[in-house]
């Protein structure tokens, strides 16, 4: 069954999706101790969290694996993930931006080109039974190679916390977790999660000592800062007129949203088992980056098709990528159509950061569909008045016509 372990048939060689924390080290001497595993390979995915990844190699040789890999992604995962997401102005329950769950078909990606590279015949990750990221690894990595089997030792053990904490001790492995410090959190280039400890309670207001990419609203400049970013076929290229790389352009645009206090959400989201959970996120450049998007299209796009691709296209792609069908037929067909509605949204767009605001103040494109002879109630107006009242009857005469039958 996928995702379970079949007792009578092990694996010999495991290629595990490794982070470094309590959960993943553990499942290293659980795997060869509990389940037989002979061989276990660490996987880490440098995905621009910003940390030295050699301590958490060291770690995954200390722990017993064989090997302990490092893959530097940064590049695809901003070129082939984000960039996506934001032309499908992908925000789930219209306010996450996904910057967690874009890296997660990624780093099943990675973890299937591992395991084929290195004969294994099994991937493990150390996802838990109620979160996300078990739905989005496990469909991931079967949509990529169905023959690999899926083990997930955090998923079965049935151990507490503090159980898992002891378990890794007994093999010399040190907890990261300190009671001055309660929180799980997530980072990479697009942003960071913060969950657990007293943020379980939905009352409690988050201490700003768990932001590292925000200044709060008290501490942002005093001054506005206005940022002109543009497009090309709905792929961010340059702010302020300088052409960036993908990456330079993220943490560039991190930087200015975030010193401005921007890009923090508190929310109670519907995760994909059913639970309701209290996320906390920081997502400033690519919350910033959506939304300018999503306003260029406005200029650019006919409104059927912004109409019909926000309430239709944008939705579901949202859903897909947030429930793990990353590499799903539907996805694909998905990418196929907004790819075709993004040859004309090139332009740019002027933001103004202020105290906790990201707010758009102009747009322009050569592909604009705005027309000031149209939309001036000046003198240089050319639009026919006269014209509106036969536009009214026609558009109107169904209901004119119900009216008339129910009114008798």
């Not at 929180?183 to 379980?200: K, Q, V, W």
């Not at 993220?250 to 088992?273: F, P, Q, S, W, Y």
């Not at 939304?291 to 059927?304: I, M, N, P, V």
């Amino acid at each position: 069954m996928l995702g379970n372990v079949n007792y009578m048939s092990r694996a010999n060689k495991v290629v595990l999706a490794y982070s470094g924390g309590v959960d993943t080290s553990v499942c290293i001497p659980y795997l060869k101790n509990e389940w037989g595993v002979k061989e276990v390979i660490t996987l880490a995915a440098d995905l621009g969290q910003g940390e030295e990844l050699a301590p958490i190699q060291e770690k995954a040789l200390k722990c017993g694996a064989v090997e302990s890999l490092v893959e530097n992604a940064t590049e695809e995962f901003v070129t082939n993930y984000a960039f996506p997401a934001i032309k499908a102005n992908a925000l789930y329950e219209n306010r996450y931006p996904l910057s967690t769950a874009l890296a997660r078909p990624l780093i099943a990606k990675l973890l299937v080109e591992a395991a084929e590279k290195y004969g294994a015949d099994a991937v493990a990750h150390g996802c838990t039974g109620k979160g996300n990221d078990q739905v989005r690894f496990d469909l991931g990595i079967t949509a990529l190679n169905p023959n690999l089997k899926i083990l997930a030792p955090a998923r079965e053990w049935g151990m507490s916390r503090e159980e898992t904490i002891a378990y890794g001790e007994k093999f010399g492995i040190e907890s990261p977790v300190k009671k001055s410090s309660p929180y799980s959190i997530d980072r990479n280039l697009l942003g960071r999660s913060i969950e657990a400890g007293p943020l379980e309670d939905p009352m409690t207001e988050p201490p700003e000592e768990i932001y590292a990419l925000t200044k709060s609203i008290t501490d942002a400049p005093n001054e506005p800062q206005y940022v002109e970013i543009t497009f090309e076929k709905g792929i961010p290229v340059a702010v302020d007129g300088e052409a960036l790389s993908p990456v330079a352009l993220i943490t560039k645009l991190n930087e200015i949203a975030g010193n401005h206090g921007v890009g923090r959400l508190d929310m109670i989201e519907n995760r994909v088992v059913g639970i309701k959970s209290r996320e906390i996120y920081e997502a400033p450049a690519l919350l910033v980056l959506i939304k300018a998007h999503e306003d260029l299209e406005s200029l650019t796009l006919t409104s059927d098709v912004t109409h019909y691709k926000r309430a239709q296209i944008d939705l579901m792609y949202t859903r897909l990528v947030y429930e793990g069908l990353w590499y799903s037929p539907l996805k694909s067909a998905l990418d196929a159509f907004i790819d075709q509605t993004q040859d004309r949204v090139s332009g740019v767009v002027r933001i103004k950061f202020f105290k906790g605001n990201a707010t758009i103040v102009g747009r322009k494109s050569h592909y604009s569909l705005y027309s000031p002879d149209l939309s001036t109630y000046g003198s240089d107006d050319k639009f026919d008045h006269k014209a509106a009242e036969g536009f009214i009857y026609i558009w109107g005469l169904s209901s004119r016509v119900w009216a008339e039958k129910t009114r008798l």
